[in-house]
């Protein structure tokens, strides 16, 4: 048995040495989970490793929920999740699937980690917000099932995350260990319907770094045979593969013990330990579950051959989000058409990661309105916010300062909209907003799409999906 086709290294572009990659390849590791680079990069990547490689199959994996806009600076992002829950259609769903299978093959990846099925129900949440479909347990559910088959239509494994349920939780798990004082009751009622919704479908599970005392007081999620084995497996009766949420975030100390350790819960695959060298040489020196082990590279090879079929052809990134993000937006407040000759003013909020507003902006000006700095004289103070989530941060959502920035610039303005290209909290107590505009996402498509809309052109056609 060779350990390492249970260790799928992490490979960050620009930070990971290859060499380690390659090293990892030549002992036989199971796959690869890659972050940013670029086409090429992605491509030439996945080539070398396939060629150092004694095994068959390496399965390349990346977490395209979004596409592949949110790890390459150059592409386009897909549709949120929180927008397909405002849409609220299972095609929609299903086709947002089947165009990231495109994405993923597109580079060579062929198990994109996705849906999240973490339930938006605590606004304060810094990693799950739009990568939910929402806060009503059913309707997720229904939606990731959805977007499963997308994916494997598409010919692209899946994997739904994050078991038993990220949602209610203000920490998050790359910087340490959220505790959910859930009761078994509760987490019957509302985390776990989507997952139970969506396992008939699911070719995988990543299990979060989640502390549910309720269900093992001692070990998070991952590493706990209460949650894995009893309740994942037996209870709900899971038979496919099982994932470990990355290794390497900072939720669960040491890295080593914690892959015996959830090696012994039931778990399949290690993934993205933050020396995955390191950790093939630590278990090769441990007492090790074999029949876990085998079980890995069992459905393993069983997933495998499933990638042999031919795919669905989804509809392209852009052509997605131009399709659907009418029925993806959410409209509420004062009716404010734009027109030739007006004068907007122009405010941008919660903008860490260097969006870029272009698209929105072109868009109005090429209708004829003069957009000008906020302070400036104008008719309408438009409020654009791209807060969105990102791994390590550690918020989200308007800081204080900015609220109150918003507060007193909407004041000098008889009319103001807030335009979100991403997390839909942040406002709600600002009086002085005139309209709220969400697209959940910082497509181009959906800000020219913001753009119609405020210029008359088209009318939101979703709900708030919590």
Known sequence: MNINRLIYPGFWFGKTPEQDALEMARRGAGGFCIYGGTRREVQDFIQKIRAASPLPQVFICADYEDGLGRW????????????????????TAYQKGLTLAREARAVGVDWVFAPVLDLCDEPQNPIVNTRSFGAHPQAVGTLGAALCRGLRDGGVLNSIKHFPGHGRTTQDSHLGLPLLARTPQQLTQTE???????????????????????????????????????????RLGFQGLVFTDALCMKALGDEKQAALAALHAGAHILLAAEDSVALSDFL????????????????????????????????????????????????????????????????????????????????????????????????????????????????????????????????????????????????????????????????????????DMLLGRQTAQGKLPF
Request: net charge negative; with cysteine.
């Open 72 to 91: 390459m600076a150059a592409e386009e992002w897909v549709l949120s999740n929180l927008a397909v829950g405002a849409d609220g259609r299972e095609d």
């Open 192 to 234: 776990l319907v989507p997952f139970c919704t969506a396992l008939p479908g699911a070719d995988s599970v990543m299990v979060g770094h989640l502390l549910f005392p309720a269900l093992d007081e001692k070990y998070p999620a991952s590493l706990s045979r209460a949650v894995i084995t009893d309740l994942l497996k037996k």
């Open 284 to 451: 090769q020196k441990q007492a090790l579950p074999l029949s876990v082990a085998a079980e890995s590279v069992r459905l393993q090879e069983t997933l495998g051959a499933r990638l042999s079929g031919h795919p669905v052809t989804g509809l392209s990134a852009a052509d997605f989000n131009q399709t659907y993000a009418p029925h993806c937006a959410v409209y509420e407040g004062e009716k404010l058409p734009l027109r030739p000759g007006l004068r907007a003013a122009y405010l941008e909020l919660g903008n860490e990661e260097d969006f870029v507003a272009q698209p929105f902006l072109n868009a109005l000006q090429a209708a004829g309105v003069h957009i000008v700095p906020a302070g400036e004289k104008a008719e309408v103070l438009l409020a654009v916010s791209f807060s969105n989530y990102k791994a390590f941060k550690g918020h989200i959502n308007l800081s204080a300062a900015e609220q109150a920035a918003l507060s007193r610039a909407a004041q000098k303005y008889a009319h103001t909209v807030w335009i979100s290209f991403g997390s839909p909290f942040g406002t709600e107590n600002i009086r002085e907003l005139s309209a709220r505009l969400w697209l959940f996402s910082p497509a181009r498509a959906a800000q020219t799409c913001a753009a």
